[in-house]
């Protein structure tokens, strides 16, 4: 299988693990905040982290870095559901849902990003 074909089978691979764990977080915690969402992208954050640190990172493998980070990571995060259902909290008026959604998911995946990272390279 060519390179191109594996990145998009693990990208379908990444899509199917984004859909069960956004299920599984909104089925325990609703959907007050698109939690499934933000869990998704601030774990996501810290496995690529974690993947940068750990591999590629130090031997710039360019396809590994295409098979995890564009394949299974690209189908796993999502930066177009998060606006879309940002987009819907003010659409709704509900402010506050909207601004947790939007800077916590933007702080915490940068923060869990960096703690991969770091865990990584130790």
Known sequence: MTLWGLVALLGGVGAVCRYLVDRMVSSMWGRSVPLGTMVVNITG????GYF???TS?????PTLVALVLTGFL???TTASTLSFEIVELLHERRIVSAAVATFGT????IGFGT???LIGLA
């Open 45 to 48: 954050s810290a496995f690529a």
């Open 52 to 54: 940068l640190g750990s």
């Open 57 to 61: 990172y130090l031997s710039h493998n």
């Open 74 to 76: 690209g189908g796993y």
């Open 106 to 109: 933007m702080i915490l995946s």
């Open 115 to 117: 703690l991969g990272l």
